[in-house]
């Protein structure tokens, strides 16, 4: 037997061990496919290149139809189209934008104006006491002649009415449950409708809104 067919018959031996016995270190794994990529042959990479080449010059063909198909002329002159001539589908849409923006502006322009309301009632609403003193130092006649307190008196109730407070409850007018508080009521033979026969506290209101309810005494019919 030659030394040729004796090496081609003794067994190959790979030493996995994970340990390296002559310096004690722990060995890193090679990859599985390691080897079978570099024994891959040439031919088979080869073979894959013309594959490769043939997939960029489609999409290369399929950009260059692309462009041939739609051009920015072509957008332009299709925009022009649509605004000389637009779709019912558009003009449905626009229509439709067009009452939602208009709905909206009505419900904002609503609610400013409650907010606007609710903060001047606010504010209004901590002068009320004051307003109550000077229409009882009026009834006692304290407001009367040309005094400072007179004028005093005359620019907080002129301001408080540019605001929007006006007041209401007046002797003589009919009882309204709504705006009025009856805090006493009397039979008469003079009326013949619930009639205010006497204002406690004056009513106000502001704008649309009742601020305070009049708290009058009332005449009934007997």
């Given amino acids: ?56 010059a489609a999409d290369a063909d399929t950009v260059a139809e692309g462009d041939e198909e739609l051009t920015v002329d072509d957008i332009l002159n299709a925009a022009q189209a649509e605004v000389e001539d637009p779709s019912a589908e558009h003009l449905a849409d626009l229509k439709r934008v067009t009452a939602e923006y208009a709905n909206y502006r009505k419900r904002t ?39 400072p307190f007179v004028t005093i008196a005359a620019k907080l109730r002129a301001s408080v009415e540019k605001l929007g407070l006006a007041k209401f409850g007046e002797v003589g007018e009919p009882f309204d449950p709504q705006r009025h508080e009856a805090i006493f009521q009397q039979h008469s033979d003079e009326v013949e409708v619930d009639t205010v026969a006497d204002v406690v506290e004056t009513g106000y209101l502001l704008g649309g809104t009742l601020l305070r309810a009049a708290k009058v005494v009332v005449k009934t019919p007997a």
């Fill in 109 to 147: 322009e609503a609610n400013r104006e409650v907010e606007r309301e609710r903060a001047i009632g606010a504010t209004v609403a901590v002068l009320l006491p004051v307003l109550d003193d000077l229409d009882r130092a009026e009834k006692h006649g304290d407001l009367e002649g040309d005094t």
């Fill in 1 to 56: 037997m030659t030394d040729e067919n004796q090496n081609h018959d003794e067994p190959i031996i790979r030493d996995k061990r994970r340990i390296d016995p002559e310096t004690g270190e722990v060995r890193q794994p090679q990859a599985e496919g390691a080897d079978a990529a570099a024994s891959a042959s040439p031919e088979a990479a080869d073979a894959e290149a013309p594959d490769a080449g043939a997939a960029d």
